[in-house]
């Protein structure tokens, strides 16, 4: 196309930019926007692979993000299953057990030494 300047869309800019430093949700949402905005321009506007660049890593994060929320729950119910979770150990008692059940969540239980 002679004669027609072509600049570079803005979103797509910004879309790239948020999906290099990690923001997801805008990273996407500036991509998605600037792709339209630049089919719609009728090749006045270019930067269409800025845009799905910014899709592609806004995408990336978002998954990092909800990958680790997981592991971070995850670990804090397994943190705590494990505090709770009474043992058994050798009192050196010859009774009728010779084992007690300590619980370290309940002092007030009598098996606790």
């Not at 072509?6 to 998605?32: D, K, M, R």
């Not at 089919?39 to 899709?55: F, L, N, P, W, Y």
């Amino acid at each position: 196309m002679a004669g027609v300047v072509q600049s570079t869309n803005g979103f797509a800019i910004a879309a790239l930019v948020f999906g290099i430093l990690g923001g997801s949700v805008l990273s996407i949402t500036f991509g998605f926007v600037a792709r339209s905005q630049i089919r719609r321009s009728m090749g006045r506007e270019k930067g269409s692979g800025m845009a799905m660049a910014g899709i592609v890593l806004g995408f990336f994060w978002l998954v990092l993000q909800i990958a680790f929320w997981i592991f971070i729950i995850v670990l804090s119910i397994g943190v705590s299953h494990i505090q709770q979770t009474p043992y058994i150990y050798n009192s050196g008692n010859t009774g009728t057990t010779g084992n007690t059940i300590y619980n370290p969540g309940n002092p007030g239980n009598p098996g606790n030494p």
